[in-house]
């Protein structure tokens, strides 16, 4: 075997050889092949596809109010100034006084419900007690529930501080009225009375007085 032959054969062997180790280290490239992911710069971070937001939306607010509303910004401004403040607690106090409200104002007892109610609010309740008492009327009533509890509006003063919130209630009560000579003139000891009161109630934020007053009662 002349020498040029065996030079090509040793040349095809290596050939051969460098093919077999390139195939080796680079692999396959049939089929689909996922696109690689970009190189990320110094200190950089891949942020999960659901991030938790600092400072996002105040579900005490929007469980009652639209997020983009007034009164939503109303409210935001209230917990500004008295980080205390919370709307769900409010309402559930608002309950409360609603009862309190509607029994003293029933069973003539206004002393009791005085601190809760604003000077015209107060002196409306004293002339209706009083026209009751000249035209000799009597009343029972008895406080069932109040079915519903709901937020219609907020607004804020920023010049005073002066917050204002609006509540539906529905409430029912057993409420019997009797006339001078004794005879049912309304309701009765069976029959239950269902009323909606729309009541707004006025506070300056930030006071040491925490009593929200009643200062309208439109139905």
């Known amino acids: 075997m002349n020498s040029p032959l065996i030079q090509l054969l040793v040349l095809a062997g290596i050939a051969i050889f460098l093919i077999l180790r390139l195939k080796n280290v680079l692999g396959s490239r049939d089929g689909f092949e996922k696109p690689q992911l970009p190189k990320l710069e110094p200190n950089s971070q891949i942020k999960p596809e659901l991030e938790v937001i600092e400072g996002g939306p105040d579900l005490d607010i929007i469980d009652h109010v639209p997020e983009d509303s007034k009164a939503a910004q109303a409210l935001t401004s209230m917990k500004r100034i008295e980080t205390s403040f919370d709307v769900t607690d409010f309402l559930q106090g608002a309950r409360g006084a609603y009862e309190m409200i509607v029994m003293g104002f029933e069973q003539g007892n206004l002393s009791e419900i005085q601190p809760l109610l604003s000077e015209d609010i107060y002196e409306s309740f004293v002339n209706g007690v009083a026209a009751r008492e000249d035209q000799g009327l009597k009343i029972e009533a008895v406080f069932i529930g109040v079915s519903e509890t709901k937020l219609l509006d907020a607004t804020f003063n920023k010049a005073t501080n002066e917050a204002e919130l609006t509540i539906r209630f529905a409430a029912e009560l057993n409420l019997t009225v009797w006339d001078q000579e004794g005879n049912i003139v309304e309701g009765g000891p069976t029959k ?12 300056i934020m930030g006071a040491d007085n925490p009593n929200w007053l009643l200062v309208s009662t439109d139905a």
Do not use: H
């Not at 239950?192 to 109630?201: A, E, I, L, N």
């Open 192 to 203: 239950v009375k269902k009323q909606k009161d729309t009541w707004s109630f006025v506070r």
